[in-house]
């Protein structure tokens, strides 16, 4: 067994953990279930796909009977570092180019990744906004708490790019390891505030007030899709990355607060 196989042995273990989905051992990609639809396909999305992504892939269920949808979600770095080490995947969605590159470049993506959605920053506060935050100024402020997520994560690097667009210097009261952890903080009153996206704050409306600020122009994310060089089902592969950028996929992620690409 040479090395890649080692790894890929091991990295199974991994992502089962990470993925923690629930799926029966008997339900691996490749082939198709009960001679319908695609089979089964295993998506590794951004944590701040979570609600969309799950819809979606309840709607790409229904399209093609008999197929089902794994996701994996968690942060985009995490995620392609998995990737990179073997984990088996069908599709990876990434919530930012670098992260992309890292496994386009380490020879796993099956063809060019493809821009789906663009997300937007907020900042993320308690239901009430307490502190009267209205704006980047505010979170420098003596006494404020605020969460970001860690600048190895998409939403932190381009909170870190808002930040320094105004000129503003702080030190977090967190790094968190995804945009989920950085808006847990914030719900369960740890902290003040986080530097979120738009469509997290929007999901979590009944916890939390999103407030825009201009910064966040210059920090905006493209979110990139591919189907992998080793998809276990590379025919469900293509069929999903095929339907994320469909009509249907569309309206949902508009709904639920990205931009289209």
């Known amino acids: 067994m ?31 279930a009960d001679g319908r639809g695609v089979g089964a396909v295993t998506v590794f999305a ?51 180019p670098a992260n992309m590159a890292t496994v386009s470049e380490a020879g796993n993506a099956d063809g060019t990744p493809s ?29 404020v708490k605020v969460a970001l997520c860690a600048k190895q994560v998409p939403c932190g690097a381009a909170a870190r790019t808002a930040l320094d667009s105004a000129g503003i210097t702080l030190t977090p009261a967190t790094l968190e390891q995804d945009v989920k952890g950085a808006l847990a903080k914030v719900k369960l009153g740890e902290v003040d505030a986080a530097v979120v996206y738009r469509t997290d704050a929007q999901a979590a409306s009944a916890d939390v007030t ?28 293509r069929a999903f990355v095929a339907y994320v950028r469909s009509a249907s996929a569309q309206a949902v992620l508009v709904e639920a607060g990205f931009q289209a690409p």
């Open 46 to 96: 951004a944590a701040s796909l979570t609600e969309s992504f799950g819809r979606i892939a309840k709607d790409f269920e229904a399209a093609n009977p008999g197929s089902t949808v794994t996701l994996n979600v968690a942060g985009s770095s995490a995620l392609a570092n998995q990737i990179n080490q073997g984990a088996p995947a069908d599709v990876f969605a990434s919530a930012a």
């Open 210 to 237: 999103g407030v825009e600020f201009p910064e966040s122009a210059r920090a905006v994310n493209d979110y990139l899709i591919v189907a992998l060089k080793d998809a276990p089902n590379p025919t469900a592969a």
């Open 115 to 143: 821009i789906f959605a663009r997300n937007q920053f907020v900042i993320a506060v308690p239901r009430g906004n307490p502190e009267g935050i209205k704006g980047l100024a505010d979170l420098g402020k003596p006494g």
């Open 2 to 32: 040479n090395a890649r196989a080692m790894r890929r042995v091991a990295a199974v273990l991994v992502a089962l953990a990470v993925a923690g989905c629930g799926a029966d051992g008997g339900r691996a990609s490749g082939g198709a």
